[in-house]
Antibody, heavy 116, light 105 residues
Framework: QVQLVQSGVEVKKPGASVKISCKAS????????LVWVRQAPGQGLEWMGW????????QYAEKLQDRVIMTTDTSTNTAYMELRRLRSDDTAVYYC?????????WGQGTLVTVSS | DIPVTQSPSSLSASVGDRVTITCRAS??????LNWYQHRPGKAPRLLIH???SLQSGVPSRFSGSVSGTDFNLTISNLQREDFATYYC????????FGQGTKVEI
């Protein structure tokens, strides 16, 4: 069955970077797209961007494009999302999801807390 | 970005009710509109894709429709497990989510 398993909780200081992994199984990862979505406390869902595992093409939300990097490793069927120069308002649960007509399978979420 | 405006922001309902949530895009997005359910502590769940197609495994009491520029999610015969927050999301261009609708008892 399709599964996306994300890495664990992260606590970071302002200005640091965080890199979250998302390991996929049960589908053709190499020919798939992965999206990243986050939800800050008390807020709605925010699309961060997506990456094609086939050719590495990416598209990022304009507000994040100078701080976010999405990559994939097709040898391990794993997607990564790195966010740099963290701020307190980056505190959120971060999700990866498979991109189809919408996002049809989701990881369990990774809580990132940014605090001094 | 293409903003999508979702309404209402919250609604109160009872088990067995029929509820409708509306999403409006700021420009023509054809049928590139999806609906999600999000329960606290869980990952979002895709309910409807391309405006009106029911995602595999989703109960048939969920339905999506289009009326002019308005996209609607209707839940018929509301069940206890349906009390959650619902989001629309356009995929015509870089994705954007609506603000969410909390369905409460």
């Amino acid at each position: 069955q399709v599964q996306l398993v994300q890495s664990g909780v992260e606590v970071k200081k302002p200005g640091a970077s965080v890199k979250i992994s998302c390991k996929a199984s049960g589908f053709d990862f190499r020919n798939s797209g992965l999206v990243w979505v986050r939800q800050a406390p008390g807020q709605g869902l925010e699309w961060m961007g997506w990456i094609s595992a086939f050719n590495g093409n990416t598209q990022y939300a304009e507000k994040l494009q100078d701080r976010v990097i999405m990559t994939t490793d097709t040898s391990t069927n794993t997607a990564y999302m790195e966010l740099r120069r963290l701020r307190s308002d980056d505190t959120a649960v971060y999700y990866c999801a498979r991109r189809r007509e919408g996002a049809d399978y989701w990881g369990q979420g990774t809580l990132v807390t940014v605090s001094s | 970005d293409i903003p999508v405006t979702q309404s209402p922001s919250s609604l109160s309902a009872s088990v067995g009710d029929r509820v409708t949530i509306t999403c409006r895009a700021s420009q023509n997005i054809r049928n590139f509109l999806n609906w999600y359910q999000h329960r606290p502590g869980k990952a979002p769940r895709l309910l409807i894709h391309t405006a009106s197609s029911l995602q595999s495994g989703v109960p048939s009491r969920f339905s999506g429709s289009v009326s002019g520029t308005d996209f609607n999610l209707t839940i018929s015969n509301l069940q206890r497990e349906d009390f959650a927050t619902y989001y629309c999301q356009q995929s015509f261009s870089t994705w954007t989510f609506g603000q969410g609708t909390k369905v409460e008892i």
